[in-house]
């Protein structure tokens, strides 16, 4: 059966659970959590990113998340806790169901950027 983004973005946020910023601040505290920016790096460098967190785009996503892949990254065990995040949710969903589908147990989705910056987040300027 065909699927189109709209379908597709849906079932990902139904697999995926949102959360607020300031969530994502107090698991930060916490630690054991990787912060992933899937936007593309020309955004990033406009805008800067969540302080902390690796920029992964996400048409790389699943090459740095696998262990058996050339460009895994290490950063993505499967013990820690993985919040996405793109420029409005839409990439950050569909990131986070391909990481539940991979085998990643704890994985959230914040959203948009800019919620970041506006509940007045760490900005890393210079990624």
């Given at each position: 059966m065909a699927t189109n983004v709209k379908d597709m973005i849906q079932a990902a946020n139904q697999a995926v659970p949102k959360i607020t910023p300031d969530e994502v601040k107090k698991m930060k505290e916490k630690?054991?959590?990787l912060i992933v920016d899937v936007r593309?790096?020309?955004e990033v460098e406009q805008s800067g990113m969540v302080e902390g967190a690796v920029n992964?785009?996400?048409?790389?996503?699943?090459?740095?998340?696998?262990?058996?892949?050339?460009?895994?990254?290490?950063?993505?065990a499967k013990d820690k806790?993985?919040?996405?995040?793109?420029?409005s949710g839409g990439r950050s969903a569909l990131s986070g169901k391909v990481l539940k589908d991979m085998g990643f147990k704890r994985?959230?989705?914040?959203g948009g950027f800019k919620d970041?910056?506006?509940?007045?987040?760490?900005?890393?300027?210079n990624p």
């Open positions: 630690g054991n959590v593309d790096p020309l992964v785009p996400r048409g790389m996503l699943e090459f740095r998340a696998d262990p058996s892949s050339p460009y895994h990254d290490n950063a993505f806790t993985v919040v996405v995040y793109c420029a994985v959230y989705n914040m970041w910056e506006d509940s007045g987040g760490k900005v890393d300027k």
